[in-house]
C-alpha cells in the first residue's frame, strides 16, 4: 500500500497540475539522487583522502631520505671535523637533524603542509627529543622482526585525538653513522659533551634502529573529504535545479501551452463549431493527434447539429 | 506463510532504505553544518609559530651523572608529555637535554617555548636577549653552594694559588659549575680549562690528576676522595623555574597553566614543580647579573688555555 502511494505521489493522482506534479517528481527523485550519491561518494572520498595524505606522506619521507643522504655525504665530510675538538657540537652534520629541520621549513612554506608531523623516532637516540614512545617502539619493533615490510600505516590515539600516520623503516646502512653512534670513544668529543655518553650508541649496520613517521589529524582526513564532498553535492544540486527548470520549460512549451490552447478552442467549439480551426492537427506529434481528434469531433458535432437544424424545418 | 516471509522481506528492506536514507541526511547536515562554521578552533590551544609546542627539559638538578638522572627514564618522560599535550591543547616537541651548554643555545635561539630550566638557564633564560618570563618555581635544592675544591694533599692554599693551575669545571649554562667558578676566578690565567658532563666525571679527573681543580656543588653526596675546598660561593643558589617564551608569553597562557597546576599532583618528584608559586625575580636579580657578566666575557674552549678576564659585575 505504501509502494502504490509513493508511485501515485510520484507519478500523479491527477489531483494537481502537471506542471506542479513535474516539479514535485523531480524534487523527490532529484534529492534521493543526491542522498544516494552522498552515500557512495563518503566512501570514495574517504579513501581518496586518504590515498592523497599517504602520498604525499611517502614524498615527505622521501624527500627527507635524499636530505639524509646529502648530508651524509656532502655535508658530514665538511662539519664532522669541526666536532672533533671540544668546541660546540655542529648536528648540521647529523643526517636526522637536517631532515627534521627541512621538514619544519617545508611545513611553515606552505598551509596545507602545517597538520603534518615527521618524526624521526629511535629506539636509542643520541638526542632524547628523538626516543621512540611506547607506540613508536611498537611500530619499529614490527619493521625489526618483519624486515620485507616497508611501509607501516594506521591510526594513532592521542590526548589531542585521532592521528592518520605513514611509518617506514629507518637502517643503518653506512659505516660513517658508526662513527657517532658505536661506541663513546669513537664518538666526537663535542658530541659527548652535548648529549652524554648513555645514549645513541651500539648501533649496528644493517640494524633496523627508528622509524620516520609523517601523522596527520584524522580531521584533516575528514576535512578533505568533506571539502570534496560539499562542492560535489553543491553541483549536483546546482545541476539537477537547472535541469528541473529547463524540463519544467520544456513541458510548458511542448504540452501545456498547445493543451491550453486546445482546450480555448473546445471550449468554443461547443458553441460555434464553424467558427474554430484546430490548427495544431497538422503536428506529427501527440498534440497533433489529440487535434485532429477535437477535429473530427468538432465535424461531427456540426454535422449533428445541422441535421437537428434539418429536422426542425417545417 | 510464503506471503508472510516477502512481506518481512520487503519490511525490512524498507527500513535498510530508510535507515540508508537517515545516514545520507545526517551527512548532508554535517556537510552543511561544517560548511557554515568554518575551521574549528577552541581558543584555549597554546602552540609555538610553528604550529606546536617546543618544550626544553633540564634536570634541574645540575651535574648528577646519567645513571642518576630519573627525569629521563622512557615513562616519566611519555607520561609529562601527554600532560603537557592535555594541558596545552597543542602537539608537543618534547626535548629532553643533559647539556646546560646545548640548552642555552636553545635557549638562545628562542628555539623552545616553554622550558623548565635549573637556576642557571633560568638566570640565562631571563636576559632580555633570550626574552623568555618565569612563571613557576621548579624547587628540587635549596642546599647548593658553589666551591672549588682541590685534593687534600694538593699544594693551592688559596684560590690566587690557582693562576696557571687546570681546572675542571661542568659545562656552559651550569651555575654551580661553570658560572659561578669562573666569575670567582676572575683575573686568573689558567693553564687549561677541561669540561665534563657531570660532577662524578670532575672528581673523577682530580682523583686521577688530570686538573688540579674543580667546580663542585655542596649539595653533592660528600667526594669519595679527600679533598679541600679553596672557596665556597656566598651567593644563595636561586630555584629553578618554569619560563615561557616572549611570544607566549603574549598568548593566553592562563589555561594551560591552570592545567599544569591542577596536574602538579601527578608531575614527576624531581621535577620540583610548586603550582601557584611564581618565581621571585629579586631573588634572581643578582644571580642575572652574574651570569650575563660571565658570558659577556670570552668563553674557554675545552682543553686550552684560559684568561679569565671580563667586566665583573659587583654582586
Not at chain 1, 651524509?72 to 671540544?86: D, H, R, T, Y
Not at chain 1, 600505516?153 to 623503516?169: D, I
Not at chain 2, 648528577?64 to 609529562?80: G, V
Request: net charge positive; charged share 20%.
Amino acid at each position: 500500500m505504501k509502494i502504490t502511494g509513493l508511485k501515485m505521489f510520484l507519478g500523479g493522482d491527477g489531483s494537481r497540475p502537471l506542471r506542479k506534479q513535474l516539479s514535485l517528481t523531480l524534487a523527490v527523485v532529484f534529492t534521493g539522487s543526491i542522498l544516494v550519491v552522498i552515500l557512495l561518494l563518503d566512501q570514495l572520498f574517504g579513501w581518496q583522502a586518504k590515498d592523497l595524505i599517504n602520498q604525499r606522506s611517502v614524498f615527505f619521507m622521501d624527500t627527507m631520505l635524499a636530505v639524509r643522504q646529502y648530508t651524509s655525504k656532502q655535508v658530514n665530510p665538511v662539519i664532522a671535523p669541526l666536532n672533533e675538538g671540544g668546541g660546540a657540537f655542529r648536528p648540521e652534520a647529523v643526517p636526522s637533524y637536517s631532515a627534521t629541520t627541512v621538514f619544519e621549513y617545508l611545513r611553515g612554506s606552505k598551509p596545507e603542509y602545517k597538520e603534518y608531523s615527521y618524526r624521526e623516532a629511535t629506539l636509542n637516540p643520541t638526542n632524547l627529543k628523538d626516543k621512540s614512545d611506547t607506540f613508536e617502539s611498537e611500530v619499529i619493533a614490527s619493521f625489526r622482526s618483519s624486515p620485507a615490510q616497508k611501509v607501516i600505516t594506521g591510526e594513532r590515539n592521542t590526548p589531542l585525538g585521532s592521528y592518520h600516520f605513514v611509518a617506514r623503516p629507518i637502517k643503518v646502512t653506512s659505516q660513517s653513522c658508526l662513527v657517532c653512534h658505536s661506541t663513546p670513544d669513537r664518538a666526537p668529543r663535542s658530541q659527548i659533551l652535548a648529549y652524554g655518553d648513555s645514549n645513541g650508541f651500539g648501533w649496528k649496520i644493517d640494524e633496523i634502529v627508528g622509524a620516520q613517521i609523517v601523522s596527520v589529524p584524522q580531521n584533516t582526513v575528514f576535512r578533505a573529504k568533506r571539502e570534496s564532498l560539499l562542492a560535489t553535492v553543491l553541483l549536483l544540486a546546482a545541476v539537477f535545479s537547472a535541469v528541473a527548470l529547463v524540463a519544467n520549460s520544456i513541458l510548458n512549451r511542448l504540452i501545456l501551452q498547445p493543451m491550453r490552447l486546445i482546450s480555448k478552442k473546445a471550449e468554443e467549439a461547443s458553441v460555434t463549431p464553424s467558427t474554430v480551426s484546430f490548427t495544431e492537427k497538422n503536428r506529427a506529434d501527440e498534440i497533433g493527434q489529440l487535434a485532429k481528434s477535437f477535429e473530427r469531433m468538432k465535424q461531427s458535432l456540426a454535422i449533428s447539429m445541422q441535421m437537428l437544424k434539418d429536422r426542425q424545418k417545417p | 506463510m510464503a506471503w508472510l516471509g516477502f512481506v518481512n522481506g520487503q519490511h525490512k528492506g524498507i527500513t535498510t532504505w530508510l535507515a540508508l536514507m537517515g545516514k545520507a541526511c545526517l551527512l548532508m547536515l554535517s556537510l552543511l553544518l561544517a560548511s557554515c562554521s568554518g575551521t574549528l578552533n577552541t581558543g584555549k590551544a597554546l602552540c609555538g609559530p610553528n604550529g606546536a609546542l617546543r618544550v626544553g627539559l633540564i634536570d634541574p638538578r645540575e651535574g648528577l651523572d646519567a645513571s642518576s638522572q630519573q627525569p629521563f627514564a622512557n615513562q616519566d618522560i611519555e607520561n609529562f608529555q601527554t600532560m603537557l599535550a592535555q594541558a596545552s591543547q597543542c602537539e608537543v616537541r618534547l626535548e629532553p637535554l643533559r647539556s646546560t651548554d646545548r640548552a642555552r643555545e636553545r635557549l638562545a635561539d628562542q628555539e623552545w617555548d616553554v622550558a623548565f630550566l635549573p637556576p642557571g638557564l633560568t638566570a640565562f633564560a631571563l636576559q632580555q636577549s633570550a626574552g623568555y618570563s618565569p612563571l613557576r618555581v621548579l624547587s628540587v635544592n635549596q642546599t647548593s653552594r658553589a666551591s672549588i675544591l682541590v685534593l687534600a694533599s694538593s699544594r693551592f692554599q688559596r684560590l690566587a694559588d690557582l693562576n696557571g693551575a687546570r681546572i675542571g669545571l661542568l659545562r656552559r649554562g651550569s651555575l654551580t659549575g661553570f658560572y659561578l667558578p669562573l666569575y670567582n676566578l676572575h683575573g686568573l690565567s689558567l693553564n687549561q680549562v677541561t669540561f665534563a658532563l657531570n660532577y662524578t666525571a670532575l672528581l673523577n679527573m682530580l682523583k686521577d690528576g688530570k686538573v688540579d681543580a674543580i667546580a663542585w656543588d655542596n649539595s653533592q653526596a660528600p667526594a669519595s676522595v679527600p679533598v679541600r675546598s679553596l672557596t665556597t660561593d656566598t651567593h644563595k643558589i636561586p630555584m629553578g623555574a618554569l619560563v615561557l617564551s616572549g611570544a607566549l608569553a603574549k598568548a593566553n597562557y592562563l589555561p594551560f597553566l591552570k592545567s599544569l597546576d591542577d596536574s602538579s599532583g601527578q608531575m614527576p618528584a624531581w621535577l620540583g614543580y610548586a603550582a601557584t608559586i611564581l618565581p621571585n625575580q629579586q631573588e634572581l636579580q643578582p644571580l642575572k647579573a652574574i651570569v650575563e657578566s660571565v658570558e659577556s666575557w670570552e668563553m674557554p674552549l675545552d682543553k686550552q688555555p684560559h684568561r679569565v678576564f671580563g667586566r665583573k659585575v659587583g654582586v
